[in-house]
């Protein structure tokens, strides 16, 4: 099974290239045809849909709204420049 990534709002669009070698379905939120800024039910249900892992450094994504929900927390990348 492939893993599949969204990186959510507060991550750069920059982190989607480093990541792409790693993982080889990677993409940004803005880049997925949501309203921009999107609600996090939008994320959740499109990343559900599409059985992908949300990529966030949100603190206080919004767990009301789901029934099931892991927080991961990214280490700043840096690209060059």
């Not at 994320?43 to 966030?56: F, H, L, P, R």
Request: net charge negative; proline share 2%; glycine share 2%.
């Amino acid at each position: 099974m492939q893993t599949r990534l969204l990186l959510d709002a507060n991550l750069s669009w920059r982190s989607v290239s480093i990541l792409k070698q790693y993982f080889d379905d990677c993409c940004h939120v803005d880049d997925i045809g949501l309203s921009v800024p999107a609600k996090d039910t939008e994320i959740w249900e499109y990343a559900k849909q599409q059985e992908m892992i949300i990529v966030t450094n949100d603190e206080d994504y919004s767990s009301e709204t789901v029934s099931f929900f892991v927080l991961y927390s990214v280490p700043k990348l840096r690209g060059n420049e």
